[in-house]
């Protein structure tokens, strides 16, 4: 394909890209006002979120395995049909059931659009020339996580209320579709098919036991509790039961196990689960923090994000045509993960009192490694893996760092909660009112409605529960960094399959150097 014909085609693969995204940030700032209006529960607002999570981190691995298997443009057309209807029937639910049935539905189209997006791009250019496309990939992340927010805010004061927050993706799905459907040209490897039913049903039962038990752990039962014990046995067993299968029974398994073989491959699924801990677990509470802690509006909250997905944006460009000019990744990878460490050890230090332009400046840090980090692993296993594997090794990367960031999310949502409520009960005390007055464990309060006093109170204990969050998150980024310092680097492949080739000959000297 022609420089121009690849454009063309990564359109319509960037506009699927974006509705994943958006399907999440757009819906972010109505959840008060959906859960409102449907009479729903706090249980059901974390299933809103937790049933997308679900199904796309269950499902990834599998339609990477499709990818392999059958053609990768007609995968990407079906996930975005199976978004678009998750998405109209979300949009049109009478109540909260019907609501989270639909986001699960919603999610398996989002599972596949995350994972065959970035194997239709390894299909088409290779690993040597993907870093000059590697910006564009980082345009459409920013724009869907900061133009999300502030859009879904709109969309629910407008005349289409909450429900338009659902249907606003369509229109750009079915452009994607169109677009794909005449500008996307790649073939289609004929072999004979057979897909690992059981391992498959394994994989989905285990994760899904594993991510039901830490979203409703800490809220619906204790953590330390017979519940838990119950459902990590069954977890593990499950796990335990796919491993064999995809180990010694499938011909075909979903996750080849054999993937995890190469050094690179392992090192950096490892990395990835860190890096979603801590990315995830951390900054998804950043809006939260700016709103309930700092004042914001949802609008000015969407702002202040700028600052770490502008570092990102222009992070991933810089390394990427670098990485492309030079064939040279490793020292990229590296950097970016160092300053993922100083990011969350500067955002460590915030609270209710830190300067706004320091919060902005160690966002833009952490957007920065992050930049440099995210896209480059998956790079360093696509550039080590079989063309054959390659929708496999690709899904296997995004799989594990859904499943960390699912984990983050939770986990520290009820660290926050936690230490949130804690806080809140002893400055009540002090201040010689009854701690109940605060709420309950967990609940949010409208501030404007809070005396003063309670309301500084509850604004300094959400600053400095915050910060803790960060400080938490510090350890997984220091493993991740572990991780990459021994990935051995390969010189990039100048071709997208597995026929001979040559490497750059500034790569070679540079590695033999070495």
Not at 480 to 499: M, N, Q, S
Request: net charge neutral; with cysteine; aromatic share 6%.
């Amino acid at each position: 394909m022609t420089h121009r014909e690849i454009l063309e085609a990564l359109s319509g693969l960037l506009l699927a890209m974006f509705v994943a995204m958006l399907s999440s940030t757009v819906v972010s700032n109505a959840l008060p006002r959906i859960v409102t209006d449907l009479e729903g529960s706090q249980s059901g607002y974390t299933w809103v979120v937790v049933a997308t999570l679900l199904t796309m981190t269950a499902t990834t691995p599998i339609w990477g395995k499709l990818a392999d298997l059958f053609s990768k443009k007609l995968l990407v057309q079906a996930a975005l049909v199976i978004f678009a209807i998750g998405s109209l029937i979300a949009g049109l639910a009478p109540n909260m059931e019907v609501l989270i049935g639909a986001r699960a539905f919603q999610g398996l189209g989002v599972g596949g659009l995350t994972a065959l997006v970035q194997v239709v791009i390894a299909s088409m250019v290779s690993p040597r020339e993907r870093g000059r496309y590697a910006g564009y990939i980082g345009a459409v992340f920013a724009t869907a996580t900061v133009s999300g927010p502030l859009l879904g805010g709109l969309i629910v004061d407008s005349p289409l209320g909450w429900r338009g927050c659902f249907y606003v993706g369509i229109p750009v799905a079915l452009l994607a579709f169109v677009v794909l459907q005449l500008k996307l040209h790649l073939p289609v490897v004929k072999r004979e098919v057979k897909i690992d039913y059981a391992g498959a049903t394994l994989i989905v039962a285990g994760v899904s036991i594993l991510l039901v038990w830490v979203s409703l752990a800490g809220d619906q039962f204790a953590w330390a509790s017979g519940t838990t014990a119950a459902m990590l046995v069954a977890a593990v067993a499950v796990i335990a039961l796919a491993i064999y299968v995809e180990g010694r029974v499938a011909s075909e398994p979903v996750v080849p196990l054999r993937l995890f073989r190469d050094r690179t491959t392992s090192l950096a699924t490892l990395a990835s689960v860190m890096i979603g801990v801590a990315m995830f677990g951390s900054t998804v509470y950043l809006s939260q923090y700016f709103q309930m802690s700092r004042g914001m509006t949802p609008t000015h909250a969407g702002l202040m994000s700028i600052c770490m997905v502008g570092g990102l944006l222009v992070s991933s460009i810089v390394s990427g045509r670098i990485i492309t000019n030079t064939g040279l990744w490793k020292r990229w990878l590296v950097g970016g993960s160092v300053l993922v460490v100083v990011g969350f050890a500067l955002l460590a230090n915030i609270d209710a009192k830190t300067s706004l332009v320091q919060v902005g400046l160690f966002m833009a840090v952490l957007g920065v490694g992050m930049g440099a980090t995210m896209q480059n692993l998956v790079l360093a296993v696509q550039n080590n893996a079989k063309a054959a594997d390659l929708g496999a090794a690709s899904s296997v990367v995004a799989f594990f760092r859904s499943i960390g960031g699912t984990i983050g999310v939770s986990a520290l949502g009820a660290l926050l909660a936690h230490q949130v409520a804690d806080s809140m009960a002893s400055g009540l005390r002090e201040l010689g009112v009854d701690p109940s007055a605060g709420g309950g464990k967990g609940s949010i309060p409208d501030l404007s409605q809070l005396p003063p006093e309670i309301r500084g109170l509850y604004e300094t204990s959400f600053g400095d529960a915050t910060g803790h969050l960060f400080l938490v998150s510090v350890p997984f980024a220091l493993v991740a960094l572990l991780c990459v310092l021994f990935i051995k680097e390969v010189p990039l492949r100048t071709t997208t399959g597995d026929e001979p080739e040559t490497v750059a000959p500034e790569a070679t000297d540079e590695l033999a150097r070495r």
